[in-house]
């Protein structure tokens, strides 16, 4: 009779586990609903738009002007109706994914449409056929970033601290892919993605300061006009080496004089990449923030400028992220959680570079 007894027993306590999350489900409140309909229906909207883009690129059928804006919007919708859904409902937050997400704002079972997300991009940002790659566009960006600032003024290490950095502007532009378009606007392309004006800006910069960077690196200059040459009347965003130089010179240069002291701020690498990211996305509050004297508890409050950070993935996902009105670089800092990979990337690629 006992070991019947027993098995009764472990039968009724499976009974009650099997039952548990049905009950849990019908527990739902309002807004847990909400949420939950939100996310299927934004998981819903990036499975289409995914789908869409495939079998219109397979078809060969004309694309949308700006291709790349719908899946981009879709994907943030997913990942801030998934934080709405977990801020909601805690349980909801899963298991690390490969993209290094924070769980709460993704559920790493759909990687696989985050992956096809990245090879649509692939497709409709691949270089024109007319681009001029270079065989070795890693090492161009840290070579470049490294003359400019010995030009500038640095010693030999916070030169190549400038080297690294630029290296991670590298990936967080293009993912490390040279000479691409830009599937969401049709203003910046290239390595550095660069608009025409910033390009032309870089390249006058880059003639006022070539003399300096020839009394250094002569053997680099002499690279320079080959590719200046080779790239002669065309677009100087899609030759590699002369858009990468152009978009340093045009926004970045003039604050490597400031790596000593950004370092002493920020001595974590990845941090000080975000930093000169920021350059690219909002320079002049950060360039104000660098002048402050209090670079981590300066706060930006301009609607525009939360804008622009909202639409470079930076306190873009959620209603509480998006609800911000103001934020120190402190916050902005650990709100660029999206580039992490990519930073960690560069640093990867600089180490193999440099161990050479």
């Known amino acids: 009779m006992e070991p019947r007894r027993h098995a009764a027993a472990i039968v009724a306590v499976l009974a009650l586990l099997l039952a548990a999350p049905a009950m849990g489900q019908g527990a739902l409140t309002a807004r847990q609903s909400e949420v939950l309909a939100a996310y299927d229906r934004a998981l819903g909207d990036f499975k289409s738009i995914l789908a869409e883009r495939r079998r219109q690129i397979e078809a060969k059928q004309p694309l949308p002007n700006l ?46 449409l985050v992956d096809e997300y990245g090879k649509l991009f692939d497709i409709m940002e691949a270089p024109p056929a007319s681009a001029q790659n270079s065989p070795t566009p890693f090492k161009d960006v840290v070579d470049l970033a490294v003359a400019i600032a010995r030009a500038k003024g640095l010693a030999p290490e916070h030169a190549e601290t400038a080297g690294r950095i630029s290296l991670g502007l590298f990936f967080a532009e293009t993912n490390g892919k040279q000479n ?123 609607p525009t400028i939360m804008k622009h950070l909202r639409n470079n993935s930076i306190f873009a996902f959620g209603q509480a992220d998006r609800a911000r009105s103001s934020a120190s670089y402190r916050e902005i800092l650990a709100a660029m959680w999206l580039f992490n990979r990519k930073f960690e990337r560069a640093m990867a690629k600089y180490a193999e570079i440099r161990a050479r």
């Open 67 to 112: 291709p790349g804006q719908a899946l981009y919007l879709a994907r943030v919708a997913v990942i801030s109706s998934y934080k709405d859904l977990t801020d909601a409902m805690p349980s909801r937050i899963g298991r690390p994914n490969k993209f290094e997400i924070p769980p709460a704002y993704f559920d790493a079972d759909i990687e696989p």
């Open 180 to 302: 691409v378009r830009n599937a969401r606007s049709n203003t910046y392309m290239g390595s550095f993605q660069t608009g025409p004006s910033e390009d032309r800006n870089g390249s006058r910069k880059w003639e006022n300061i070539k003399g300096d960077v020839a009394a250094i690196d002569p053997g680099l200059v002499a690279r320079d006009d080959r590719e200046e040459a080779r790239a002669r009347g065309t677009d100087q965003r899609f030759n590699h080496w002369t858009n990468v130089r152009n978009g340093l010179m045009n926004a970045h240069a003039d604050i490597f004089r400031e790596i000593p002291g950004i370092v002493k701020t920020l001595p974590d690498p990845i941090d000080q990449m975000k930093l000169f990211e920021l350059i690219q996305i909002v320079p002049t509050p950060t360039r104000s923030a660098l002048k402050s004297g209090d670079l981590l508890n300066y706060r930006v409050s301009s």
